[in-house]
């Protein structure tokens, strides 16, 4: 009869723990796919956004690390452009312009699903359709609540990313920084700084002309 009643409290204790467990893998879905849909709504109502940024990757074969500091603006969530002190990567969302400032060799291209370049709005929009999302932490960080969200493949893909780490500003439903980690396990930290979305930006922003004297490679044939 002891045994009955042991036996008992161990299958109340454990359908009591699979509840807990479900309930809050729930909440956690919920929480996750609201702090999406906010991070969306905020992008979708942005015209113009123009930001300084920090971008360290690191090699996991060597260990070793590079950064890179420049500017980033974007308009209309199709385009945007990069400006580093090597490079200058420019698209108005249906043709690509490479610069590189120290080859002065400027490559135009079709944008192409796939590419290889993390374009905003696929990170907005696509990748919430295809990837799992994880809420992974909620911190605070100069009396600011920032969550951290991880954004994994439903199944195997041409993706050339195995994972994404987004951080979220509650306050503002922005992204500062983001983390990408492709299929060698080399990451890419890219943090968000002195954002500005009032200023307009120009169309003319986002297309390129090669300074003279460069050499073009066009390949949109």
């Not at 590079?66 to 090597?86: A, H, I, P, Q």
């Not at 920032?146 to 050339?160: A, T």
């Not at 009032?198 to 066009?218: N, R």
């Amino acid at each position: 009869m002891k045994q009955n009643r042991n036996y008992f409290k161990i299958v109340s204790s454990f359908i009591v723990a699979v509840v807990i467990l479900t309930y809050i893998s729930q909440v956690q879905a919920i929480n996750v796919n609201k702090i999406i849909k906010k991070v969306q709504n905020t992008y979708e109502d942005m015209d113009n956004l123009s930001a300084s940024f920090v971008q360290i990757e690191t090699f996991k074969l060597t260990g070793s690390q590079t950064e890179v500091v420049g500017k980033l603006y974007v308009k209309n969530g199709n385009s945007y452009r990069f400006e580093t002190e090597d490079q200058v990567f420019v698209t108005d969302g249906k043709t690509v312009w490479t610069y590189n400032l120290l080859s002065k060799q400027l490559i135009i291209d079709n944008v192409r699903e796939n590419s290889g370049a993390l374009i905003p709005r696929d990170m907005l929009f696509k990748y919430p359709k295809t990837h799992f999302a994880t809420l992974i932490s909620e911190e605070e960080v100069d009396g600011r609540a920032i969550y951290q969200v991880r954004l994994d493949p439903k199944e195997e893909s041409s993706s050339f990313l195995s994972a994404i780490k987004i951080w979220v500003e509650e306050d503002t439903w922005t992204i500062c920084k983001m983390e990408t980690i492709d299929l060698n396990g080399n990451s890419r930290v890219f943090e968000i700084r002195d954002m500005d979305s009032k200023t307009k930006l120009s169309d003319s922003l986002f297309m390129y002309s090669a300074p003279e004297g460069s050499d073009v490679m066009d390949m949109r044939k």
